[in-house]
């Protein structure tokens, strides 16, 4: 088909984790994929809770608040693992943010994060206490003037995102620390007094966040934006006179999707060691600390399967496509951006074997999803072994950011949600899965999120940051399921929420207030006075934040939380542009270049500084730069205002590996830690809480997406099958419309289960939705599919399943969490957090409220 050897070298087969092939069998033996739900969500709860546990041990300090990204995987049994591990969580809306709440979160360890919040958005995190990233002078106005006015009586902390301008990482989507960032206030030079005015301005700011990005942001870039954080830190500091009570430094560590371990180079101990090195200061105990990983947690924990229904091989110069259930509804980035966002496929049979292309031969691929449009394609050109009907494609890391971004378009209803536990001498998850029955016809693909993984990863970060004086705040948005955000409080992380709503989630969750950190760029009035009364910490954005918040200061008394303000410190893009906040484009927070030390000292409740330059695709060197540069501001603050700041919020951001099992080295915690040890080494003093705000990196290797093939298209000889699965931009918007930034690993399994193994073929995965965009990945080289063989999507943990859109009006899948038994540890359990939606609740989405004087949802003009 004229596709050179070094085109494909990157879609060699990699043969899964003996783990992969034991879920698949209990996929199988379960039956979980069937007629009613052709596809499945699996999630390795055991690896999700190593993941965690990883976090945790690189970040371990009573004073670091991981806060998980809910973006990336927001089932409530996955959450609620999160929430035992003590976990926060990072809430990117304000339903995350009620999410995390609902899940039991404390309001404290709930960040909310948000580059567009409304008025009322920050008045339900001010009301619940959260902590709240402001993005944007509008934000901070609006907060001013909510705690003014019936917010008086908040304990929100109110944080600041600052986009460090440290740069992207290789996907510039999600790159949030470059100059054309929308993500809080760039700082550059020419920024930074602003931003100092804004600090000045509203004392309430008592936190300061960063986040540069995730995906494809390497290390340094991380560690870089934390430096530029802290330097910040200092100057707000000096020139305010307060100190800063938090730094979040977000999440964002990235993950692969093109190896089955995770990155060496982003090991949450490497990341804490680079920390440690560049940034000492942040674990000085000094600041509240909250990290917000996401897809580095859940990704890898995740799988999907999808079983293969039809392959259609008409036309000779037209690849195969195989039609599965799983398309653009869950896979929208892999779909729209199949060049960014990729994963690894295996092929197995209906009995949870995986296939080999030693057995059957392979073939080359197009995988198509159930969506009605032609651009519905999880991946293309994916070898793969020969597919029969019947089979299960098996995309590999979809822990985060598939469910997530699950899309309503065509109202296919979402695959099921598995968590899987090891079980002695039991049948893998995907035998479970087969035996259950839990894909079927009602049921066409599901996601699961491994809580062990999810576990390991938030060990890694504490054990990177161990400080009492680190909180981790779990970006909810990367994952908000009341299970995942459960499950990070359980471990002692907190709650980065990005929304009021993800506020009010990880309140409802059982997050303290305190642990809960709210920011997003864009809040209401309302939200603030919510936020404010509910103690939850915030991060201001803008001006009108500060104002909101100063309002309500000045109505109801001076926060008790955290209120900070985000310092864009300008440090530049990552690799994914719409991830990298850190840019003089960028729309969160206030830019460095601004008087910040100005706003510290008007705004005397300013009480923290909050930055995050990105996620996926920000280099550690880009995070550490921003925190540097935030410290420096920090001192500056402090030296001008005489009030030193109790908190620096450095944000989350670091990326996390679609490419492999195992998070890079460059990627690690640790590695963060060290840079940030190098050259910000006043963060981690001890003299000031540190907050980061960790989502996708903590938890997209903990979750995979599973979806049946439906049908494959192999018509055209020059075309790869086009294998159609029911995950798309419904569930990866990110992978479909960006698949050159975001692009996960894919297995293959029969639906008893058997993950697929041998000669490969190359396909297109496309999924359900009707346009032909919707492809989860393009050129996946498969073991040969066949129609109802099982997709599975890797790395699917954080920003997949809590994207889940509403376009086609497609039915979210049921999330499993995969756990440990707590008599036997070597048991599996697969426990389901998410039960998969029907019809009637699809159609509640679309119906017309009953108000009075409303008929059928129309109003003449003029009519009241």
Request: proline share 5%; with cysteine; charged share 20%.
């Amino acid at each position: 088909m004229g596709i050179t050897v070094r085109a494909l070298s990157h879609l060699v087969l990699r043969q899964p984790r003996p783990r992969m092939d034991e879920i698949l069998k209990i996929i199988a033996a379960k039956g979980l994929i069937n007629d009613a739900t052709p596809s499945a969500e699996i999630f390795d709860l055991d690896y999700f809770q190593s993941r965690l546990d990883s976090l945790q041990a690189a970040f371990p300090e009573p004073f670091i608040v991981n806060a998980a990204a809910l973006k990336a995987n927001s089932f409530r049994g996955i959450l609620n693992r999160v929430k035992a591990q003590g976990f926060g969580a990072e809430c990117a809306s304000i339903s995350e943010t009620m999410h995390a709440i609902s899940l039991g979160f404390s309001p404290e360890a709930v960040i909310f994060d948000s580059p567009c919040k409304t008025k009322l958005d920050l008045k339900t995190a001010l009301d619940a206490g959260v902590y709240i990233n402001l993005d944007n002078e509008h934000e901070m106005a609006i907060v001013d003037e909510l705690l003014k006015d019936g917010c008086s009586g908040s304990k929100a902390k109110l944080g600041l995102r600052i986009n460090p301008v440290v740069g992207g990482g290789t996907i510039a989507i999600i790159s949030t620390a470059t100059k054309q960032s929308k993500f809080g206030l760039p700082l550059i030079p020419t920024t930074k007094e602003r931003i100092l005015d804004l600090y000045e301005k509203y004392s309430w700011l008592s936190g300061i966040h960063i986040h540069v990005g995730s995906q494809g942001v390497p290390l340094e870039l991380f560690v870089k934006g934390a430096r530029v954080c802290m330097d910040l830190v200092k100057e707000i500091e000096s020139k305010c006179k307060r100190q800063l009570e938090i730094i979040d430094i977000g999440g964002g560590l990235s993950s692969t999707y093109e190896e089955a371990e995770e990155p060496k180079s982003f090991e949450y101990g490497r990341y804490r060691d680079n920390l440690n090195q560049v940034v000492p200061e942040l674990f000085s105990g000094q600041y509240k600390v909250i990290t917000e990983f996401g897809r580095s947690l859940f990704l890898k924990a995740g799988f999907s399967v999808t079983r293969v229904d039809f392959i259609k091989d008409w036309v000779p110069e037209i690849k195969p496509i195989v039609l599965t259930h799983v398309g653009t509804n869950q896979f929208i980035r892999e779909t729209y951006l199949p060049e960014v966002w990729r994963h690894r496929y295996l092929l197995a049979d209906p009995e949870g074997n995986l296939k080999s292309p030693d057995q059957s031969g392979s073939q080359v691929y197009d995988l198509a999803g159930p969506m009605c449009f032609q651009g519905d394609y999880l991946a293309k050109d994916v070898e793969l072994p020969k597919i029969d009907m019947g089979d299960w494609l098996i995309i590999q890391d979809t822990g985060a950011y598939t469910m997530a971004m699950y899309s309503r378009f065509n109202s296919i209803l979402p695959s099921p949600v598995y968590g899987f536990t090891k079980k002695n001498g039991q049948m893998t998850i995907l035998q479970q899965i087969a035996q259950n029955d839990l894909i079927n016809d009602e049921v066409s693909c599901l996601d699961v999120i491994d809580f062990e993984t999810v576990k390991k990863r938030i060990l890694d970060y504490d054990e990177a940051f161990p400080e009492e004086f680190i909180s981790n705040a779990y970006c909810v948005k990367v994952n908000p399921f009341v299970g995942v955000l459960n499950h990070v409080l359980s471990m002692g992380m907190g709650a980065e929420c990005g929304s009021w709503q993800e506020v009010f989630l990880a309140l409802k969750t059982g997050f303290k207030p305190e642990d809960i950190f709210y920011y997003s760029p864009v809040r209401t009035k309302s939200e603030f006075k919510q936020a404010l009364e509910s103690g939850v910490n915030i991060n201001l954005d803008n001006w009108q934040d500060l104002a909101h918040v100063d309002e309500q200061a000045d109505l109801n008394g001076i926060p008790k939380s955290y209120i900070g303000l985000r310092i864009n410190p300008i440090i530049g893009f990552g690799t994914i542009v719409s991830t990298s906040t850190a840019t003089k484009a960028s729309k969160f927070g206030i830019p460095i270049t601004e008087d910040i030390c100005h706003i510290y000292q008007k705004y005397s409740w300013l009480n923290s500084i909050h930055l995050h330059v990105g996620s996926q695709g920000i280099p550690v060197i880009n995070m550490v730069e921003a925190t540097r540069k935030l410290m420096d501001l920090v001192m500056k603050i402090e030296a001008q205002t005489g009030k030193k700041l109790l908190a620096i919020n450095i944000g989350g951001g670091l990326s996390s590996s679609y490419d492999t099992d195992q998070e890079p080295p460059e990627m690690s915690f640790a590695t963060y830690r060290k840079a940030l040890e190098k050259s910000v080494p006043e963060l981690l003093s001890g003299d000031r809480k540190i907050i980061t705000e960790f989502g996708r990196c903590l938890i997209l290797k903990a979750g995979f997406s599973l979806t049946r093939i439906e049908a494959i298209k192999s018509w055209f000889p020059d075309i790869n099958p086009i294998l159609l699965t029911h995950f798309g931009a419904n569930q990866f918007p990110w992978e479909v419309y960006m698949p050159g930034v975001y692009r996960h690993r894919f297995s293959l399994a029969k639906p008893n289960g058997q993950l697929q193994f041998g000669d490969q073929e190359i396909y297109d995965i496309a999924g359900p939705l009707c346009f032909q965009g919707d492809y989860l990945a393009r050129e996946i080289a498969l073991p040969k599919a066949n129609p109802g063989d099982w997709l599975i999507v890797r790395d699917t943990g954080a920003y997949t399943k809590s994207m889940f859109g509403r376009f086609h009006s497609t039915r979210s899948g049921p999330v499993y969490a995969v756990t440990k038994s707590s008599t036997n540890h070597e048991v599996i359990v697969l426990t389901c957090i998410k039960s998969p939606e029907n019809s009637e609740e699809v159609i509640k989405f679309w119906e017309t409220p009953e108000i009075e004087g409303l008929r059928a949802g129309f109003v003449a003009a003029g009519q009241k």
